[in-house]
């Protein structure tokens, strides 16, 4: 709409500058970032749009590619890509007061040396257009990997036992002993609480599902095709579930102690 002589005056740059700059390559850097961008957008691709920074700069790490995570996130706001936040988690569970409690033999104390020694279990929600479904997860500690989980068009009993049992199986575990901590208090199970949290805002706050035979197919995706073979959890160093249990198979090799199970 401008000049240029007339731009390059009220801007101080001289019009040959400005010339030269046209005609000039990239620079290296440029060059470098804009490799480093098509990267994070595939990677940030392959995560389902979840990916921050972090694990983004987690993922480049283990491609070979040396950069510093303030970098990451600076291309990142450059593309206009960014992960997904958590929100608050709805409470659901309701003790029966004529049922005799467990013991709470984990006391908070969410950390386990080996497979199979701590697990951790309960039940939210999945919102569908027809009604709701109530997904039961048991989850290893030691891995933060969900080994057993099942969902019913109902809260009770038995959902709970469908995902122990399957938990069972896969972990060929015997002997469990049963922990309960406080009904409604999250940070007597805040590691499944962490896990319905990533569940929620990666999944659930991102579809609307019509059936619930859509949502089953969703949450079975999500869990065995995503989380625990894929999502690089900074607990873990940045692995994924699996691959941290792979990288400590030599020491714990699925060895069978008998885990307590805490319900939330």
């Known amino acids: 709409m401008h000049p240029i002589a007339t731009m390059c005056r009220v801007l101080g740059v001289s019009p040959g500058g400005y010339y030269a700059r046209l005609k000039r390559p990239p620079s290296a850097r440029a060059r470098v970032d804009a490799e480093l961008s098509a990267a994070i957008a595939e990677i940030h691709r392959r995560s389902r749009q979840t990916y921050g920074a972090p694990r983004i700069h987690a993922e480049l790490k283990e491609q070979g590619i040396r950069v510093g995570c303030q970098r990451v996130a600076r291309l990142m706001r450059a593309c206009g890509l960014k992960g997904v936040s958590r929100r608050n988690w709805i409470t659901t569970t309701v003790r029966d007061r004529h049922a005799r409690p467990a013991p709470d033999l984990v006391e908070r104390n969410f950390t386990a040396a080996a497979l199979n020694c701590l697990w951790v279990a309960d039940i939210t929600y999945i919102p569908t257009w027809t009604s709701f479904l109530y997904l039961a997860v048991v989850l290893d500690v030691f891995s933060r990997r969900i080994v057993g989980w099942a969902m ?113």
């Open 152 to 264: 019913e068009t109902y809260l009770r009993t038995e959902l709970v036992l469908k995902a122990l049992d399957m938990a069972l199986g896969q972990r060929r575990a015997v002997g469990v002993r049963p922990s309960m901590g406080t009904v409604g208090d999250c940070f007597d199970n805040a590691m499944c609480e962490s896990f319905f949290a990533t569940l929620e805002c990666e999944l659930l706050n991102r579809r609307h599902f019509k059936t619930q035979i859509e949502a089953r197919s969703a949450v079975f995706d999500f869990i065995e095709g995503w989380y625990n073979p894929h999502r690089r959890h900074s607990a873990l160093d940045y692995l994924s579930p699996i691959d941290y249990e792979r990288s400590h198979s030599a020491e714990a090799h699925y060895r069978t102690p008998t885990p307590s199970t805490e319900a939330g």
